[in-house]
């Protein structure tokens, strides 16, 4: 719209209505709390390199392990989606802007805001000045209220902070959906981003306000003498687990599902094959996410539910995997005699279809009641989580971000160095993860500072992972900065005939796009 | 586009400019969040937090909350006078607002949620219900199971609030707020801003009565009953579900309060009233939710 000047300098970040800009800034804010987070990680791995306490002391570590777990489910994986969501919905359904361009601004600024808090209290601790959320990232109660330090009570409004800039990003992404898709854009007919966004977005405003209940009934029992999680008064620790993991499960779809929407699009375009099965993804998508309200205690299998309890949740579990089954053969299918080539975007893919697949194997290892009454609370489910959400959803995010990279810039990135980032991750990331399967198996507990000596040698090399790991995520910093200072320029397709609106626009795409609507076949 | 900006047309789709709004308000929650994490923390004796002032940080972010949503608000308002809001945009409005109440719909099933749990399973099983006779006998062996909960495992007690009486009349009076709501609503859609005036006043002046009647029942809870947030497990969720509710009736007061104001200023139009009618929706929802948390919180 020709009506507003587009101001310059650091105004124009602070204050700007356009989804592109606020898709960079939460973008590279995602970027940011990963490294943040992956430092918390390299300082757990140095630690555990050897046994015996070396670096920190154990309620350090346990600060270390908490932080982490939050920063990067809370700070990298989601905001990182948002990002996305932001600068290609509108672009995939030939919208103008998301619907809400205000409030999606807001979104936005509230994660610094939400993170400030958190990552100061971790400076603090760092200082000697009081100890930073030291229960793990799912929080339990009583760790959490009775015994947790000053700091929780940051913690808990930094929840809320970061719950209403969720809430909001999901509505905003929702309107927009169902709103403003160019005419003749049915809803079968979007992209399987769009889809998977929009049943994202649903989860995201069911569930995070049950979060902001948990959080909040924790700061009542810490503060206004309150019972909910004290049997004392009448209530009970575990019905903290259900609230948490009520929001809890569906969080772990919330953080995947846009990933499958992302998959599904880059492995057609180098398959060069449309995508096997879209409206069976469409239902897959759809039923996961319903079934995903229903799963919920297999996080609970050790606490004592009644044998009806544990076996409902069982059998559910056992069923969210037929979806899951039907996309991992879906993007197989597609895969199936096309003439593939191997560009950076596709190697993540197929890496993603592969590892993550590993991840959903593990989960359902870890989701037969009596089997997961072993595993549970060993590095066997931090091998689980860590497959499903590096090399699944972080997978996915670097997919993204090298396939449409051009198209934001208008330059193409440097492919040799992109395939190394690629190849240092994939080899560091399985050096770092799969041993954690052998060392759950042979009960390993996780979230502690030092174990016994049986696992030395394989957690000496999984640090070595874990540090080659953090340090192959450097190599993609070098391609970003290359790219956006330049590089050989991008034509408007980027890719050879990719399917979808974001290719009918020049590279870099200009601010303000699809003004007039176009009109979809 | 040049079609869509001549003058005196709505545009098809209107970006609006920057706003500083929304950034200052991320800053005033964090003020908020600082000083009232401060503030619990000192006023409940849990740490000392010399020095951080958090009581008066926490006023100072109220306060600049409330002059940002002020200057939001007047924004989108100016716009929506000033023609720019198309059909497609009020259509985007609606809909976020729809969202937001389920949101809130989510947020009270998390404490209804608790309170069912909390009857069906945790009372029974200290009880020594299932396969609890051992954690029975174990913890608190005089413990016995009944709900309403006037006696904690560890011996509190006190009395609950009875639904006939205050709360009945609450109803009554929520119910009939709602149904003038209607009716002003309804004229809205005609046009009839006297009629509007005087039906949406009538919805307010209850609404305010109902706040006024609940910190009654508050007070008469914690003076004469003994009914504490500290009243273990029913207390706790007795004052959580109604504090909650009356938090967003006090919300949605405030909001009609803001729609009689505008109406009378001649805001609103048959075709142009979205803010009314979010502010109605939002009412209405505060009304079901006390509806059932009537049956479920006094009276069952
Ligand atoms: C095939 C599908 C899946 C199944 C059957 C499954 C099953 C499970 C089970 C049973 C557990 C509990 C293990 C325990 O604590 O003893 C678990 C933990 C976990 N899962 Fe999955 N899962 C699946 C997919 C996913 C996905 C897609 C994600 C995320 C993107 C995910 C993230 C997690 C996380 C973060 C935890 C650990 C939570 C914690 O205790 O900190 N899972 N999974
Ligand atoms: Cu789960």
Request: include cysteine.
């Amino acid at each position: 719209m020709a009506h507003h000047a587009n101001p310059t300098g650091f105004k124009r970040w602070l204050l700007t209505t356009n989804h592109k800009e606020i898709g960079s800034m939460y973008l590279l804010f995602s970027l940011a709390m990963f490294f943040v987070g992956g430092f918390m990680a390299m300082v757990i791995r140095a630690e555990l390199m050897y046994p015996g306490l070396q670096l920190v002391q154990p309620d350090f570590f346990n600060q270390m392990t908490t932080t982490h777990g939050l920063i990067m489910v809370f700070g990298a994986v989601m905001p990182s989606f948002v990002g996305l969501a932001n600068w290609m919905i509108p672009l995939m359904i030939g919208a103008p802007d998301m619907a809400l361009p205000r409030l999606n601004n807001w979104s936005f600024w509230l994660l610094p805001v939400a993170f400030g808090i958190l990552i100061f209290a971790i400076i603090k601790s760092f200082l000697g000045l009081g100890a930073a959320p030291n229960f793990g990232w799912t929080f339990y109660a009583p760790l959490s209220t009775s015994y947790g330090p000053p700091s929780t009570d940051f913690f808990i409004l930094s929840v809320h902070i970061m719950g209403i800039s969720s809430i909001m990003g999901a509505v905003n992404v929702i309107v927009t959906i169902i709103n403003m898709r160019a005419p003749g854009m049915t809803m079968m007919k979007m992209p399987l981003f769009v889809w998977t966004w929009l049943i994202t977005a649903f989860l995201l405003i069911a569930v995070i306000p049950v979060l902001a209940g948990a959080v909040t009934m924790m700061l009542f029992d810490r503060h206004f003498g309150t019972s909910f999680f004290d049997a004392a008064g009448g209530g009970d620790p575990v019905m903290f687990q259900h609230i948490f993991w009520f929001f809890g499960h569906p969080e772990v779809y919330i953080m995947i599902l846009p990933a499958f929407g992302i998959i599904s699009t880059i492995i057609p375009t180098f398959a060069r094959k449309p995508l096997f099965g879209y409206a069976s993804m469409v239902y897959a998508t759809a039923s996961i996410a319903f079934l995903s309200f229903i799963v919920w205690a297999h996080h609970m299998f050790t606490v004592g539910l009644p044998l009806q309890g544990n076996l409902f949740f069982m059998y559910m579990t056992m069923l969210i995997s037929v979806p899951t089954g039907v996309k991992v053969f879906n993007w197989i299918a597609t895969m199936w005699r096309g003439a593939m080539t191997f560009e950076v975007p596709m190697l993540f893919s197929i890496a993603f279809v592969v590892l993550f697949t590993i991840g959903g194997l593990s989960g359902l290892m870890l989701a037969i009641t009596p089997a997961d009454q072993q595993y549970h609370d060993t590095y066997f489910v931090v091998a689980h989580f860590h497959y499903v959400l590096v090399t699944g959803a972080i997978f996915s995010v670097y997919a993204a971000a090298y396939y449409w990279l051009p198209k934001w810039t208008g330059n193409m990135f440097h492919t040799g160095l992109a395939k190394f980032h690629f190849w240092a991750s994939l080899i560091s990331v399985n050096v770092l993860f799969f041993p954690m399967h052998f060392v759950g198996l042979g009960s390993m507990p996780r979230r502690i500072p030092d174990y016994p000596l049986q696992f030395a040698d394989m957690n000496f090399w999984i640090s070595i992972g874990g540090f080659a790991f953090g340090l192959s995520q450097i190599i993609f910093l070098v391609v970003l900065y290359k790219c956006v200072k330049g590089g050989e320029k991008a034509t408007s397709e980027v890719w050879e005939n990719p399917e979808g609106l974001e290719w009918t626009i020049p590279s870099p795409a200009p601010l303000h796009t699809f003004e007039v609507p176009p009109t979809v076949k | 586009m040049a079609a869509q900006t001549e003058p005196g047309k709505t545009p098809l789709y209107y970006v609006p400019a920057q706003s500083v709004w929304p950034i200052y308000t991320a800053i005033a929650l964090l003020i908020i969040a600082i000083g009232g994490a401060n503030f619990i923390q000192q006023s409940t004796d849990k740490v000392a937090n010399e020095g951080t002032l958090g009581g008066a940080t926490f006023a100072v972010g109220l306060f600049a909350l409330l002059v940002c949503m002020w200057g939001w608000f007047r924004e989108t308002v100016v716009e929506s006078l000033g023609g720019k809001n198309s059909t497609q945009l009020s259509i985007s409005y609606r809909m976020g607002m729809g969202w937001f109440i389920f949101s809130e719909v989510m947020f009270f099933a998390a404490f209804f949620g608790a309170l069912f749990y909390t009857r069906l399973l945790t009372i029974p099983w200290l009880g020594g219900a299932g396969n609890n006779a051992m954690t029975h006998e174990l913890l608190w062996p005089q413990f016995q199971a009944f709900w309403p909960l006037t006696l904690t495992p560890d011996g509190r007690t006190f009395e609950v609030m009875s639904p006939w009486g205050l709360p009945a009349i609450n109803t009554l009076l929520l119910v009939t707020s709602g149904v003038f709501l209607t009716i002003a609503h309804h004229a809205i859609k005609v046009g009839d801003n006297a009629k509007v005036l005087k039906n949406l006043a009538i919805a307010i002046i209850l609404g305010f009565i109902f706040m006024g009647v609940q910190a009654y029942e508050y007070h008469h809870a914690y003076v004469e009953m003994g009914l504490t947030l500290n009243s273990g497990i029913y207390g706790s969720l007795f004052f959580l579900l109604t504090g909650f509710h009356g938090l967003h009736v006090t919300i949605g007061a405030i909001m009609l309060t803001v729609m009689w104001v505008r109406t009378a200023k001649g805001h609103f139009t048959p075709e142009n009233h979205f803010a009314f009618e979010a502010a109605a929706w939002y009412w209405h929802f505060v009304d079901v939710v006390w509806i059932f948390l009537f049956f479920v919180v006094y009276w069952l």
